[in-house]
């Protein structure tokens, strides 16, 4: 900076009474110019240790204390090219990477960080800028999230949790699962406008890859069946049979340009126009969710033909209804995010799945990814009762290698129906022989087609001594005597002549050995860790914005599920150091 005179005005409150500018002499004016440098050094160092000597507990001054960043910004130097052409990079990757945790820390937007760096002197010297400098702006940070997004996913949140573990190592061996819901960043739509926006989304996409051939695959089609005639009435003015036939009509009209795509690109090599096809599958799949065929004709499904993983909105076809209770607010749209949580109160594991996938789906996968990622397989491993079932078990050990039980509630097999249940029967050592509650055998047995095990039978001959009489006679008391045991094995309304078939399942014995843990004490005492993962879940949703999703996706939400959770081990560590050094001084 050249400056000829250095000048200052100071003005009076008096409007009328202005002082002259006061203009230096030469050699102050001089040294200003000839120290600039130094002069502005001396004033960031002195306001930034001026600040900080009053921000001792500042959450970022304990971090930069005890989190080591060289392996982070290790992580985060790809994003610059090391050689090569061009000017060197603006805003270096190790100053980027403590900008992004900063934004997780206290849930920022990325123009709210942007606005924070311009005006928080804590967090300017937490990131490594000056109080004279410039930070970068939200288009700079959007960039590198996106970068660390895609060749960074699970990284950072597996190398803070590495350093966590150093100071607590036995953390991993007891751990908690349940799920919360993250809202998807997109309305819901009914079907008709679903149908309306999924092929208003097919025709941009067709423009964009095949306009000619499009033109004239469309020659013909009837536009107004499928989006009206303007103006047409707004269909909460509808009366239910009006709405229904305005579906029909819509959904003819999406199915036949569905048709339509479908036979424009079937010559076609597969992967040629990717956002073409993903469009298409989106429209395919709601009309297949949704619409079946009756006498001849398009008609909408009952609900419980309807598909499981419906979409609900075109912005973002990656979400779906999580329903988790009889009431309304217990439905929410979005994602279904997974959550492994220590004793001390650390997440160890975390993703997203979409809404409709449920609960016990998710929970080898939480296994699985520690061991793959991390190398560790916790002991226990307490999950609610959704996690009950036998399979769920065996898909537990098979993702640990038999390192990890899984300690869950069984669901309660006696309320399903008033009949001996598959339980009071009796396998035996070599599974082949079935023994009823009577003493009767059976080796008669067919894989099952509704699930994972097979059917035993019990024939008639079985359950009554003497000869039951043919056809639909009664049998006479006197001469043929039945199992005493009879009301409790069949319905009511059965015949004397009743096959009984009973399911053994193939994960009977995890089943079998989970009755027998569940009736101990150490079950009981396990039982009682479970809430905590219900107020980390608490924290994650209200204080470290893992409630509502920021972009649309499953990718960004799984990568805000990580993120959200990376903040919150960051701060639990820090108050449990704390604790310790309190506990220490004690």
Same mark, same amino acid.
């Given at each position: 900076?050249?400056?000829?005179?250095?000048?200052?005005?100071?003005?009076?409150?008096?409007?009328?009474?202005?002082?002259?500018?006061?203009?230096?002499?030469?050699?102050?004016?001089?040294?200003?110019?000839?120290?600039?440098?130094?002069?502005?050094?001396?004033?960031?160092?002195?306001?930034?240790?001026?600040?900080?000597?009053?921000?001792?507990?500042?959450?970022?001054?304990?971090?930069?204390?005890?989190?080591?960043?060289?392996?982070?910004?290790?992580?985060?130097?790809?994003?610059?090219?090391?050689?090569?052409?061009?000017?060197?990079?603006?805003?270096?990757?190790?100053?980027?990477?403590?900008?992004?945790?900063?934004?997780?820390?206290?849930?920022?937007?990325?123009?709210?960080?942007?606005?924070?760096?311009?005006?928080?002197?804590?967090?300017?010297?937490?990131?490594?800028?000056?109080?004279?400098?410039?930070?970068?702006?939200?288009?700079?940070?959007?960039?590198?999230?996106?970068?660390?997004?895609?060749?960074?996913?699970?990284?950072?949140?597996?190398?803070?949790?590495?350093?966590?573990?150093?100071?607590?190592?036995?953390?991993?061996?007891?751990?908690?699962?349940?799920?919360?819901?993250?809202?998807?960043? &997109?309305? =819901?739509?009914?079907?008709? *406008?679903? !149908?309306?926006?999924?092929?208003?989304?097919? %025709? #941009?996409?067709? /423009? @964009?890859?095949?306009?000619?051939?499009?033109?004239? &695959?469309? =020659?013909?089609?009837?536009? *107004?069946? !499928?989006?009206?005639?303007?103006?047409?009435? %707004? #269909?909460?003015? /509808? @009366?239910?049979?009006?709405?229904?036939?305005?579906?029909?009509?819509?959904?003819?009209?999406?199915?036949? !340009?569905?048709?339509?795509?479908?036979?424009? %690109?079937?010559?076609?090599?597969?992967?040629?126009?990717?956002?073409?096809?993903?469009?298409?599958?989106?429209?395919?799949?709601?009309?297949?969710?949704?619409?079946?065929?009756?006498?001849?004709?398009?008609?909408?499904?009952?609900?419980?033909?309807?598909?499981?993983?419906?979409?609900?909105?075109?912005?973002?076809?990656?979400?779906?209804?999580?329903?988790?209770?009889?009431?309304?607010?217990?439905?929410?749209?979005?994602?279904?995010?997974?959550?492994?949580?220590?004793?001390?109160?650390?997440?160890?594991?975390?993703?997203?799945?979409?809404?409709?996938?449920?609960?016990?789906?998710?929970?080898?996968?939480?296994?699985?990814?520690?061991?793959?990622?991390?190398?560790?397989?916790?002991?226990?491993?307490?999950?609610?009762?959704?996690?009950?079932?036998?399979?769920?078990?065996?898909?537990?050990?098979?993702?640990?290698?038999?390192?990890?039980?899984?300690?869950?509630?069984?669901?309660?097999?006696?309320?399903?129906?008033?009949?001996?249940?598959?339980?009071?029967?009796?396998?035996?050592?070599?599974?082949?022989?079935?023994?009823?509650?009577?003493?009767?055998?059976?080796?008669?047995?067919?894989?099952?087609?509704?699930?994972?095990?097979?059917?035993?039978?019990?024939?008639?001959?079985?359950?009554?001594?003497?000869?039951?009489?043919?056809?639909?006679?009664?049998?006479?008391?006197?001469?043929?005597?039945?199992?005493?045991?009879?009301?409790?094995?069949?319905?009511?309304?059965?015949?004397?002549?009743?096959?009984?078939?009973?399911?053994?399942?193939?994960?009977?014995?995890?089943?079998?050995?989970?009755?027998?843990?569940?009736?101990?004490?150490?079950?009981?005492?396990?039982?009682?860790?479970?809430?905590?993962?219900?107020?980390?879940?608490?924290?994650?949703?209200?204080?470290?914005?893992?409630?509502?999703?920021?972009?649309?996706?499953?990718?960004?939400?799984?990568?805000?599920?990580?993120?959200?959770?990376?903040?919150?081990?960051?701060?639990?560590?820090?108050?449990?150091?704390?604790?310790?050094?309190?506990?220490?001084?004690?």
């Amino acid at each position: 900076m050249a400056w000829s005179c250095v000048k200052f005005c100071h003005h009076n409150n008096n409007s009328n009474n202005h002082t002259p500018p006061m203009i230096l002499p030469p050699f102050i004016t001089f040294f200003i110019i000839s120290y600039w440098s130094t002069l502005v050094k001396f004033f960031n160092d002195y306001l930034i240790e001026t600040a900080l000597g009053h921000a001792r507990h500042h959450l970022l001054v304990k971090l930069n204390k005890k989190l080591d960043f060289a392996p982070l910004e290790k992580l985060a130097a790809g994003y610059h090219h090391q050689s090569g052409p061009g000017a060197p990079a603006s805003h270096q990757s190790e100053k980027l990477i403590r900008a992004f945790l900063v934004k997780y820390l206290y849930s920022l937007s990325l123009r709210g960080l942007e606005e924070r760096l311009y005006s928080d002197m804590i967090i300017r010297w937490f990131v490594g800028y000056g109080l004279f400098e410039t930070p970068p702006d939200h288009t700079t940070l959007e960039r590198f999230e996106l970068w660390l997004k895609t060749h960074q996913t699970t990284n950072i949140f597996d190398e803070v949790l590495c350093q966590i573990r150093s100071d607590y190592p036995d953390e991993h061996q007891i751990q908690i699962g349940d799920t919360y819901a993250m809202r998807a960043r &997109a309305a =819901r739509e009914n079907l008709g *406008p679903l !149908l309306q926006h999924l092929s208003r989304r097919l %025709l #941009e996409a067709g /423009l @964009d890859s095949l306009p000619v051939p499009m033109e004239t &695959a469309l =020659r013909g089609f009837d536009w *107004p069946a !499928l989006f009206g005639v303007h103006p047409e009435k %707004l #269909e909460y003015k /509808l @009366d239910k049979e009006q709405r229904a036939a305005r579906l029909l009509v819509i959904a003819k009209a999406a199915q036949e !340009l569905h048709r339509r795509f479908t036979l424009m %690109l079937q010559n076609r090599p597969l992967s040629e126009f990717p956002a073409l096809r993903r469009q298409l599958g989106h429209l395919g799949k709601v009309l297949a969710d949704e619409f079946g065929q009756k006498d001849g004709q398009l008609a909408r499904l009952p609900p419980k033909e309807q598909g499981s993983l419906r979409l609900g909105s075109a912005t973002d076809p990656e979400a779906t209804y999580r329903v988790h209770g009889p009431d309304p607010e217990d439905t929410s749209f979005g994602y279904n995010i997974q959550v492994a949580v220590t004793r001390s109160g650390f997440v160890s594991e975390t993703f997203a799945e979409t809404g409709a996938v449920p609960d016990q789906a998710g929970v080898a996968k939480l296994i699985s990814q520690q061991k793959e990622r991390q190398g560790i397989c916790p002991e226990k491993f307490i999950y609610d009762q959704a996690a009950g079932c036998g399979k769920t078990r065996a898909d537990v050990e098979k993702a640990s290698d038999g390192h990890t039980q899984l300690v869950s509630r069984l669901p309660n097999y006696a309320e399903r129906s008033d009949r001996f249940g598959p339980y009071a029967f009796t396998l035996s050592e070599d599974g082949t022989t079935l023994t009823c509650p009577n003493g009767k055998n059976s080796t008669v047995a067919y894989r099952a087609g509704s699930g994972d095990g097979r059917d035993f039978r019990f024939l008639d001959c079985q359950c009554w001594v003497g000869i039951l009489p043919k056809g639909k006679q009664a049998p006479d008391p006197s001469q043929i005597t039945r199992c005493p045991l009879w009301e409790q094995c069949r319905k009511a309304d059965q015949g004397p002549r009743t096959m009984r078939q009973v399911f053994v399942s193939d994960y009977r014995e995890q089943v079998l050995a989970a009755r027998q843990y569940n009736e101990t004490e150490e079950f009981t005492q396990d039982m009682k860790l479970r809430p905590m993962v219900e107020r980390i879940i608490f924290e994650l949703t209200h204080y470290n914005d893992a409630r509502e999703c920021r972009r649309a996706g499953l990718n960004n939400a799984n990568w805000q599920a990580r993120m959200t959770a990376t903040a919150y081990n960051l701060k639990h560590w820090l108050r449990l150091s704390d604790r310790r050094q309190v506990a220490t001084r004690a």
